[in-house]
T-cell receptor, first 113, second 114 residues
Framework: GDSVTQMEGPVTLSEEAFLTINCTYT??????LFWYVQYPGEGLQLLLK?????DKGSNKGFEATYRKETTSFHLEKGSVQVSDSAVYFC????????????FGTGTRLTIIP | DGGITQSPKYLFRKEGQNVTLSCEQN?????MYWYRQDPGQGLRLIYY???????QKGDIAEGYSVSREKKESFPLTVTSAQKNPTAFYLC?????????????FGPGTRLTVT
């Protein structure tokens, strides 16, 4: 079945550091890929998405590129801020009529000033 | 403002009692979903509904029930049969149109059963 594997956390970085959170997936066909963010005590918010190979999703300084050859969708940001502290989830939806999101286990990110 | 509302934010119940969590959306989305979130386990799908008066079991449906009598509402009942009901519950909705349709999430309900 479909699955998403994220790098394990927690991840702690200093402000203005470069961020990478790895995400790889297993799926049949050509899934759509997502990164969601969850701030403490809240629901999930969509951060960015990509629907086909080589697409780059971007939002709020975060980027991720859909790499079909490596089945990856790594999240990057060039300079993190304290306000980026949250839990980040990688997820996929298969594109053959199944609307079920498959999530990774999440990566907790803490940015220290 | 369009969005998804869940109520209440915190809910406390005694073991053996059924409890119903509310989820309402005014986004005119066809599909709605319920997820359960436990620490370190990501989100797991409980039930989903693609259209009014129809719903399907997700990966962990045992001990839960749902109804979808109106497009905007998808309440979840946690029954006494659910062996470990304490968790954070998230409701979501989506349009199910085209490729890469994202799901929009509510703020969640934290249920504690003692």
């Amino acid at each position: 079945g479909d699955s998403v594997t994220q790098m394990e956390g927690p991840v702690t970085l200093s402000e203005e550091a470069f961020l990478t959170i790895n995400c790889t997936y297993t799926a049949t066909g050509y899934p759509s890929l997502f990164w969601y963010v969850q701030y403490p005590g809240e629901g999930l918010q969509l951060l960015l998405k990509a629907t086909k190979a080589d697409d780059k999703g971007s939002n709020k300084g975060f980027e991720a590129t859909y790499r079909k050859e490596t089945t990856s969708f790594h999240l990057e940001k060039g300079s993190v801020q304290v306000s980026d502290s949250a839990v980040y989830f990688c997820a996929l939806i298969p594109n053959f009529g199944n609307e079920k999101l498959t999530f990774g286990t999440g990566t907790r990110l803490t940015i220290i000033p | 403002d369009g969005g998804i509302t869940q109520s209440p934010k915190y809910l406390f119940r005694k073991e053996g009692q059924n409890v119903t969590l509310s989820c309402e959306q005014n986004l005119n989305h066809d599909a709605m979903y319920w997820y359960r979130q436990d620490p370190g386990q990501g989100l797991r799908l409980i039930y989903y509904s693609q259209i009014v008066n129809d719903f399907q079991k997700g990966d962990i449906a045992e001990g839960y029930s749902v109804s979808r009598e109106k497009k905007e509402s998808f309440p979840l009942t946690v029954t006494s049969a659910q062996k470990n009901p304490t968790a954070f519950y998230l409701c979501a909705s989506s349009n199910n149109r085209g490729r890469g349709y994202e799901q929009y999430f509510g703020p969640g309900t934290r249920l504690t059963v003692t």
